[in-house]
């Protein structure tokens, strides 16, 4: 590629309401935003059109702010967070303690199938650990959820994998990208472990092979 890359933790995607990829912004030459959206097509291509024959006119341009969630790290006291069901309707996470240590699985509803051709081992990791999770869950000593990521996803698509892989744990869609940036999470599958005291353990990455180990070594904490 002859373009600058950047890895964008989260913040300009979610200030861009970005829910699907790839993802066209046009920027004018006065710094504003043109077209954003995630269809090709003739609207982008007038956009562009537009802003090459406009040139800057130099007027005033309140600079927006894009807010920036630093990622929880271990010992950190995990917020409360509002996630969507697959029935749209508000699922609320607690923050603080609980009367059990809780896990949180990230994953979406795409990746055991979009990825096969492209991310085989990605694949293969979404697989074994929802499967893994499916298991552990049903020791009732710790309280689970399943939070998808929410580009491609809608409460309607998360009711449609719920039908066809049937997990055991109740899922959620993040909506906005939220609960991804404050757990920090770039890399599919990956679940949050929770003390009772509210506090963040660990994170469970696809290359950790330990969740069984770590789940139920947090499973006997008091």
Same mark, same amino acid.
């Given at each position: 590629?002859?373009?600058?890359?950047?890895?964008?933790?989260?913040?300009?995607?979610?200030?861009?309401?970005?829910?699907?990829?790839?993802?066209?912004?046009?920027?004018?030459?006065?710094? #504003?935003?043109?077209?954003?959206?995630?269809?090709?097509?003739?609207?982008?291509?007038?956009?562009?059109?537009?802003?090459?024959?406009?040139?800057?006119?130099?007027?005033?341009?309140?600079?927006?702010?894009? $807010?920036?969630?630093?990622?929880?790290? =271990?010992?950190?006291?995990?917020?409360?967070?509002?996630?969507?069901?697959?029935? $749209?309707?508000?699922?609320?996470? =607690?923050?603080?303690?609980?009367?059990?240590? #809780?896990?949180?699985?990230?994953?979406?509803?795409?990746?055991?199938?979009?990825?096969?051709?492209?991310?085989?081992?990605?694949?293969?990791?979404?697989?074994?650990?929802?499967?893994?999770?499916?298991?552990?869950?049903?020791? #009732?000593?710790?309280?689970?959820?399943?939070?998808?990521?929410?580009?491609?996803?809608?409460?309607?698509?998360?009711?449609?994998?719920?039908?066809?892989?049937?997990?055991?744990?109740?899922?959620?869609?993040?909506?906005?990208?939220?609960?991804?940036?404050?757990?920090?999470?770039?890399?599919?599958?990956?679940?949050?472990?929770?003390?009772?005291?509210? #506090?963040?353990?660990?994170?469970?990455?696809? $290359?950790?092979?330990?969740?069984?180990?770590?789940?139920?070594?947090?499973?006997?904490?008091?």
């Amino acid at each position: 590629m002859r373009t600058p890359v950047a890895i964008d933790d989260g913040s300009l995607g979610a200030w861009l309401k970005m829910e699907a990829t790839p993802f066209h912004v046009v920027i004018d030459g006065d710094g #504003r935003i043109a077209y954003a959206g995630h269809q090709d097509g003739a609207p982008l291509d007038a956009a562009i059109e537009r802003v090459l024959r406009g040139g800057a006119t130099r007027s005033r341009v309140e600079a927006a702010k894009v $807010d920036s969630i630093g990622a929880l790290k =271990s010992g950190d006291l995990v917020p409360a967070l509002d996630l969507r069901g697959p029935d $749209d309707t508000v699922v609320h996470f =607690s923050g603080g303690a609980s009367a059990r240590p #809780r896990a949180v699985l990230f994953t979406s509803v795409w990746c055991e199938t979009y990825l096969k051709d492209t991310e085989p081992d990605t694949v293969a990791a979404c697989r074994r650990v929802r499967e893994q999770v499916d298991d552990l869950s049903q020791n #009732r000593a710790m309280d689970w959820l399943g939070v998808v990521a929410h580009l491609w996803t809608t409460p309607k698509s998360l009711g449609a994998y719920e039908a066809r892989l049937k997990p055991r744990v109740p899922m959620t869609v993040d909506s906005d990208g939220q609960a991804f940036r404050l757990f920090g999470i770039r890399r599919l599958p990956a679940v949050a472990l929770i003390g009772a005291d509210g #506090r963040l353990v660990r994170i469970v990455g696809p $290359d950790d092979n330990d969740l069984v180990a770590a789940v139920e070594t947090l499973a006997k904490r008091r």
